[in-house]
Each structure stands twice: as structure tokens, then as C-alpha cells.
């Protein structure tokens, strides 16, 4: 399976991005998927995760009401939106995936699939 993550890229402040995670190869049907970020000099740590089902959750309270995540299974591709962006989400953006979605889904470890990332720059 391969993840393929874009979309990212350098917007001023208060300006939205889009990023996909489109997955592909030996593929298993509507994957769980989950948007990670790293910033320099930090841990990579979840921003939100998508089940297979559609049911969404949002980790970092610093993005609730800005970010949103959505999915097009005829695609296996899951979204991020980024609205009103701040300086500090600057940072790498990864995707991964599960068949299932992790019990510990904060926990990087439990995801089988990564994306190579893509980098999110904001500047003020």
C-alpha cells in the first residue's frame, strides 16, 4: 500500500490549504485514516482521525473549528482542511492508514501505512 499525501505548501496567515492522502496498490477497501503533523524540533504528534465509516475526530483543540477531515471512498483518499492557518501549524503533514482505525490512534505505532509528508509553511 502507498500513501501519497500533497496538497501542502506556503500560505500567509488566515489562509486555508487543502491536503489529500490518496492511497493505493495492494488496497483494502475504505481504510481508516489518520493526519499526523511534526513541527521542527517536536514530536509528531495527531491532528485528527477519519474511520472507515466516516466518523471523524479532532485531537489538538488548537484546530477544532479550523480543521476539517473528510474522505471519498471511490477514491480511498481522505482530506484535510485547513482554514484561518496560524504560524504555529507550520509543520510537516503525514497521513496514515489502517484497515481498522487504531484503538490508540494517537499512538504512531498503531498505524500500519505512512505517506511521505508534506510541508505546511504559514507565515505571518
Known amino acids: 500500500v502507498q500513501l501519497q499525501a500533497s496538497g501542502g505548501g506556503l500560505v500567509q496567515a488566515g489562509g486555508s490549504l487543502r491536503l489529500s492522502c490518496a492511497a493505493s496498490g495492494r488496497i483494502f477497501v475504505s481504510p481508516a485514516f489518520g493526519w499526523f503533523r511534526q513541527a521542527p524540533g517536536k514530536g509528531r504528534e495527531v491532528v485528527g482521525t477519519?474511520?472507515?465509516?466516516?466518523?471523524?475526530?479532532l485531537y489538538e483543540d488548537s484546530v477544532k473549528g479550523r480543521f476539517t477531515i473528510s474522505r471519498d471512498n471511490a477514491k480511498n483518499t481522505a482530506y484535510l482542511q485547513m482554514n484561518n492557518l496560524k504560524p504555529e501549524d507550520t509543520a510537516v503533514y503525514y497521513c496514515a492508514a489502517d484497515p481498522n482505525l487504531p484503538k490508540t490512534p494517537s499512538w504512531t505505532k498503531a498505524w500500519d501505512y505512512w505517506g511521505q509528508g508534506t510541508l505546511v509553511t504559514v507565515s505571518s
Open positions: 477519519i474511520s472507515r465509516s466516516g466518523g471523524v475526530a
